[in-house]
């Protein structure tokens, strides 16, 4: 195995016909053969509606679910990191927010025979004038989601709800500093598809049409530190269950994200 395939996917909790888009959203999944795949607003109810639960079952995965709100609602909501390889450890993180609006991140040290690779995943506020309280979670995330020293590059995943132009994307991908600090992850999608603009939030999709604003990219795979021509280069990256059912239900509000990922040294063009 010289390669991780990893799937993100905000699922849209319960909302919607949620049987019917499970239904379809699971085997657009299994035909992306994904090692790892993690995913935002999940529910995972005892009793009730196990979304992680069955996404594992069906993979014939080990899964992780960091619970965000326990009281909500529906039952549950968090993050789930989905995995068909050993999954050695697992960490939460509460991160800061306005009252509220609870957020939180999930890690898991992933084993490869390549090394450990640390997957995050988080779902950062959502509101558009909410800038502020995503670029504190986004400190706190990076540093969460750091990679294990001597080990594989980490990956961090998520819907950050902000645009490849937003200061959280920037600060993430070295182009800017917040509260002074810097970081340096590689966006997996942009650096297969430079121009392409890649829509997550799309007014493509039904379920999205509701939102003032549609047509942005949110959710991403990110890869880093990096470090020259080491492991971690991005092999491939596109926008996936993207598509619907003949009865035109998708599998949620947002597309997801896949990326391979090299577990050795690149070759020639890849990196």
Known sequence: MRAIRIVTINIWGNNGDVE????????QL??????????????????????????AEALNADFRFGVV?????????????????????????????????????????????????PITTAH???????????EMQTLALNEFAAPCPGELPAVLTGDFNCTPDSDVLRFFTGRCSIQGRGAYWRDAFHRRHPNSDGYTWSARNPYAKRSVERNRRIDYVLVG??????????LHSRVVLDLPAPDEVY????????????LVPPEGEAW
Do not use: W
Request: aromatic residues 2%.
């Open 69 to 117: 709100d326990p009281d909500s609602p529906g039952g549950p909501i968090g993050n789930a990191i989905i995995s068909n390889l050993p999954i050695k450890k697992t960490t939460t993180l509460d991160l800061p927010t306005p009252r509220g609006d609870l957020r939180a991140g999930i890690r898991c040290e992933i084993s490869t025979q390549h090394g450990v690779m």
């Open 30 to 55: 299994i035909a992306l053969e994904p090692n790892v795949v993690t995913m935002q607003e999940v529910r995972e109810v005892p009793g009730g509606l196990r979304q992680a639960s069955r996404v």
């Open 20 to 27: 019917r888009r499970m239904k379809v959203l699971i085997p």
């Open 225 to 234: 530190p990096m470090h020259d021509r080491g492991p971690g280069s991005v």
């Open 251 to 262: 599998p949620s509000d947002h597309f997801g994200v896949f990326a391979e990922i090299s």
């Open 124 to 134: 950062l506020t959502y509101e558009l004038d909410a800038a502020p309280a995503r």
